[in-house]
């Protein structure tokens, strides 16, 4: 009996990045979720807050900064989950650990690297234990999420 071979399918960057921007938005809202169950700060500003007020020039009220945390945490996460998509349909060794690796590279360029040399954030080795953790779990959440609805769509479009 021969075995049967798994068919590649074509390499579609476009497929790719529609994949990854479905699999993006599904991966921050787990990631909102997974913040609720485990918040990576107890007090302060969070990093999107602080970047809407500078962008604005001035302190935003409690209304403004939820609709500017919102917007930035949903339009990031979709870009990068795109970003992701692309990624992956180029090299899918890319999707390592179902996504856990993305997820943990985002955090480290983000709140590792790029967040304290904007001054969003304290430098990651003086971020509490606590804030830490939770940035790696949520991440991985994200990463996870995302890889899984991107993998799904991704074979719903062919």
Do not use: C
Request: net charge positive.
């Amino acid at each position: 009996m021969a075995r049967k071979q798994k068919q590649q399918r074509q390499r579609s960057v476009v497929k790719g990045v529609l994949a990854g921007l479905a699999g993006g938005i599904a991966g921050a809202a787990a990631k909102s979720v997974a913040e609720k169950v485990f918040p990576p700060r107890n007090a302060g500003q969070t990093p999107p807050a602080v970047l809407a007020e500078e962008a604005a020039g001035h302190p935003l009220n409690e209304r403004q900064q939820t609709v500017a945390i919102q917007g930035i945490h949903w339009a990031f996460g979709a870009l990068a989950g795109a970003v992701y998509g692309a990624a992956v349909e180029m090299e899918p060794k890319a999707s390592a650990w179902r996504g856990a690796v993305f997820g943990l590279t985002l955090n480290r360029l983000t709140h590792e690297s790029i967040l304290p040399r904007m001054g969003l954030t304290g430098p990651a080795a003086l971020q509490p234990t606590q804030e830490r953790l939770s940035e790696w779990v949520t991440h991985v959440v994200y990463g996870v999420t995302t890889d899984t609805v991107r993998r799904m769509v991704r074979r719903s479009l062919g």
